[in-house]
């Protein structure tokens, strides 16, 4: 019996949230498989997949916030850091809001997301543009 509970314990709980463009199942569908690939690689176990057009919905986004506060599963998977929000602020806000709750946030795109992570995918989405007077 110990043995089992250890197993569990070692097993992280992941939400998977995939998101495509209106009417792109087979997106979601290929990003669930890269999901499930990455979660068995790395001993986590898909318990709630979310799926959205375009970027997250209200009604997914208080639920999803909600199971972090309560502390329903540890790793939030997405396809990529936009998935998160439309700007940076955004963005930054809903990692600070996961990572605080304990929450670890991947992005099969661009790797674990957190505070110090952010700067740098930030600077690779925004290319800076010099203005010539």
């Known amino acids: 019996m110990n043995e089992q509970v250890v197993g569990r314990e070692q ?3 992941a939400i998977a ?3 495509a463009m209106l009417g792109k199942d087979n997106e979601m569908q290929k990003q669930y498989e890269s999901f499930s690939t ?7 176990a898909i318990g709630v997949t979310f799926r959205a057009n375009a970027r997250m919905e209200s009604f997914t ?8 506060k309560y ?3 540890d790793v939030l998977l997405v396809p ?3 998935a998160l929000g439309n700007s940076p602020i955004e963005i930054t806000h809903e990692i600070n809001f996961l990572t ?4 670890i946030v991947i992005s099969l795109k661009d790797g674990e997301l957190n505070v110090e992570t952010l700067p740098l995918l ?4 925004f290319r800076l543009v010099e203005h010539n007077s």
């Open 100 to 103: 605080e709750n304990g929450i």
């Open 11 to 13: 097993t992280k709980r």
């Open 17 to 19: 949230f995939c998101c």
């Open 71 to 73: 502390r329903e599963f």
């Open 38 to 44: 990455y979660a068995k690689a790395n001993e986590m």
């Open 61 to 68: 986004y208080r639920s999803l916030r909600l199971r972090a």
């Open 122 to 125: 930030f600077r690779k989405m």
């Open 80 to 82: 990529e850091l936009d």
